[in-house]
Structures are given as C-alpha cells and as structure tokens.
C-alpha cells in the first residue's frame, strides 16, 4: 500500500521555525521526485517546494525561499520541510506528494503528482 504520511505540524509564533516529515512506503521511494504543497480553505492548493528523486534538485516557490529548505534522508524514504521565519500567512495545511519525474520538468503541477499524503496543519500566529 503506498502511503505518504505528513508530521510535524503545529502552532507557531511568527518567525518561529518548525520541521515538517513525510514519510513514504509503498513505491521505490528513490524513483520519485516529492513535493511540497499547501492549502488554506477557499483557495488553491499551490506547491511551496520539490526536491528531485535521488536528493536531487531542488525547486521553491517565490513566498518561500530563503525561508524554507527542502531535504531528503534516501536511507529512510523521508523527506523534510525546514521551515523558518516563519509568517502568519504560512498557514495552511501542508501536503507532500511523488512524481515519477524531476522537479524541473513538472513544477508544481499538482495534476502531475501521483501519489498524495493527507495532510498537516501548521498556523503561525502573529
């Protein structure tokens, strides 16, 4: 069964930090590029980073670089999201998701990414 399961998450203040895990099984974790994604209610989900299969490339979104740093440990199907600085509007819930591709070919097209993880909430107060 393949999973993607997301931690981490939680309440901040404002330029606190926090690390989010998503841990994979069920596919040849070393096969897929994982992304990160969030969304806040009434709007899109859109792509905050992706890191290359392999521990590959890496790829951020605008809002975040600088801040945020995507990182993966091959030798236990994880990836991690170092989030620093954090603002008040980072709050979201935060997804991972695998594509079978490098991040430089599909961005952060959600339509592209097959496998998907649940979900973990992160707030940053103000």
């Known amino acids: 069964e393949v999973q993607l399961v997301e931690s981490g998450g939680g309440l901040v203040q404002a330029g606190g930090s926090l690390r989010l895990s998503c841990a994979a099984s069920g596919f040849t974790f070393d096969d897929y590029s994982i992304g990160w994604f969030r969304q806040v209610p009434g709007k899109e989900r859109e792509g905050v980073s992706c890191i290359s299969r392999r521990g590959g490339s890496t790829t951020y979104a605008d809002s975040v670089k600088g801040r945020f740093t995507i990182s993966s440990d091959n030798a236990k199907n994880t990836v991690y999201l170092q989030m620093n600085s954090l603002k008040p509007e980072d709050t979201a819930v935060y997804y991972c998701?695998?594509?079978?591709?490098?991040?430089?070919?599909?961005?952060?097209?959600?339509?592209?990414?097959?496998?998907w993880g649940q979900g973990t909430q992160v707030t940053v107060s103000s």
């Open positions: 998701a695998a594509v079978r591709s490098p991040c430089f070919i599909v961005r952060m097209r959600l339509a592209a990414y097959r496998y």
